[in-house]
């Protein structure tokens, strides 16, 4: 067990869906870090939020959005599903904005749109 | 897009034997760190070696890094069974911003055998 937990681990769902992956960090991290990791484009990096607020930006669709919530957990939406969408989400959490220590990735969420 | 390249992608060695991975990349970094990726579970990170470094050791591992060529080896020295994984470099590039992000590279697929 990383301490990253993410919620739920598999997911299916149709296009045109919108769904919600949740992720909380390891005590006392408070940078959440989202990942989307596909056969064709490996992992790429999605968004970035440090304390509540976005540090840094990837290549996030504009049909998905994330927020980091008071209490740290992040939730990173979906919405208007495509085929193309299917793959593993990661969130992974470092203790500040740097990368110094590394990252702790949780298990992952493995998305299938059908 | 990946910032890393390793290679090979795929290796396949008896237990006992040595396994090295490359890596390059492209623009100027604060660190690079090894993850290792079990078969669809969350990535693990391995080590870290900041940009000022040439070499570092971890227990049977061995990283090097050649900022002038822009590349990496990690060196997996005695590989066990249990070593079967994918390993992943992720650099921490300079210029990125207040936020650090890692970008990863397109992972080596190792295999050891009995």
């Known amino acids: 067990d990383s301490g990253v937990t993410q919620t739920p681990k598999h997911l299916i769902t149709a296009t045109g869906q919108r769904v919600t992956l949740r992720c909380s960090p390891r005590s006392g991290d408070l940078s959440v870090y989202w990942y989307q990791q596909s056969l064709d484009q490996g992992l790429q990096f999605l968004i970035q939020y440090y304390n509540g607020e976005e540090r840094a930006k990837g290549n996030i669709l504009e049909r998905f959005s994330a927020q980091q919530f008071p209490d740290l957990h992040s939730e990173l939406n979906l919405s208007s599903l495509e085929l193309g969408d299917s793959a593993l989400y990661f969130c992974a959490s470092s203790v500040g904005t740097g990368s110094f220590n590394g990252y702790t990735f949780g298990s992952g969420t493995r998305l299938t749109v059908v | 897009s990946q910032q890393g390249e390793e290679d090979p992608q795929a290796l396949s060695i008896q237990e006992g034997e040595n396994a090295t991975m490359n890596c390059s990349y492209k623009?100027?970094?604060?660190?690079l760190q090894w993850y290792r990726q079990n078969s669809g579970r969350g990535l693990v990170h391995l080590i870290l070696i900041r940009s000022n470094e040439r070499e570092k050791h971890s227990g049977r591992l061995r990283v090097t890094l050649d900022t002038s060529k822009k590349s990496s080896s990690l060196l997996i020295t005695a590989s066990r069974a249990a070593d079967t994984a994918s390993y992943f470099c992720a650099t921490d590039g300079i210029n990125t911003g207040t936020a650090s992000k890692l970008t990863f590279g397109t992972g080596t697929r190792l295999q050891v055998t009995l």
């Open positions: 623009t100027s970094i604060n660190n």
